[in-house]
């Protein structure tokens, strides 16, 4: 068991259907948009055809259709296949969240039985909440991530620019001409202004990221 796939809540989602059911192979999808579903994850005994992040459709069933009802469905001549070697395989559509679904596709050597897609029907509301959660915070880390690059960014630029600054105000002092006190105005007031927009854009990535309520 375990999926290829580096997330532990896609590894554990794997190993309890794998224990709980008798499935020759497995992946979760999620809708990509209204024909295409991208894999988050697969058993190590799926195709390799299917990988991580790889891009799916079906022209020949509605399973694909995220406005397909919530019931376990098997098609023959559906494209998408799992397993080079099972006689049957089958999909069933979850909610992730009020406006994403997810798509579970199992391969098995023997006909579903009723007990099985009752039992599957329950499994994927426990698998939505569980992806839901994921999903949620893989976006607050990446929102961290970004915070952090764009403070780390905003710390060099303004050394330069508070240099630029610098220098502009040093050379003031010298004997200009009146076209170069000006030129040497606009390059400092410039400067300011480059400064002060940097400021903002630090504390608004603290601001997306809830590192502080409100701008004192």
Do not use: H, M
Not at 77 to 93: A, F, M, P, T, V
Not at 96 to 107: C, E, F, H, P, Q
Not at 113 to 128: F, P, T
Not at 134 to 162: C, F, H, M, P
């Amino acid at each position: 068991g375990g999926f290829i796939a580096k997330d532990s809540a896609i590894e554990c989602l794997e190993l309890f259907i794998s224990t709980e059911f008798d499935f020759t192979g497995a992946a979760i999808f999620s809708f990509y948009n209204s024909n295409n579903i991208v894999c988050l994850g697969k058993s190590k005994e799926a195709s390799a055809n299917i990988t991580k992040n790889s891009v799916f459709s079906c022209s020949t069933c509605k399973i694909t259709s995220p406005n397909s009802d919530y019931s376990f469905q098997s098609n023959a001549q559906c494209e998408i296949k799992i397993s080079n070697n099972s006689l049957y395989e089958g999909c069933i559509i979850f909610k992730i969240s009020n406006n994403k679904n997810g798509l579970l596709k199992l391969a098995s050597n023997s006909p579903f039985a009723s007990s099985d897609k009752e039992n599957l029907q329950k499994l994927v509301r426990l698998i939505g909440i569980i992806l839901n959660s994921w999903l949620r915070q893989k976006e607050l880390s990446s929102g961290s991530l970004l915070t952090k690059i764009i403070e780390a960014s905003s710390v060099e630029l303004r050394t330069y620019v508070n240099s630029i600054i610098g220098f502009t105000s040093i050379l003031a002092d010298d004997n200009l001409t009146s076209s170069q006190s000006e030129y040497l105005y606009t390059i400092k007031n410039s400067a300011q202004k480059l400064l002060l927009n940097i400021n903002d854009i630090n504390e608004f990535s603290k601001i997306e990221n809830n590192k502080i309520s409100s701008k004192e």
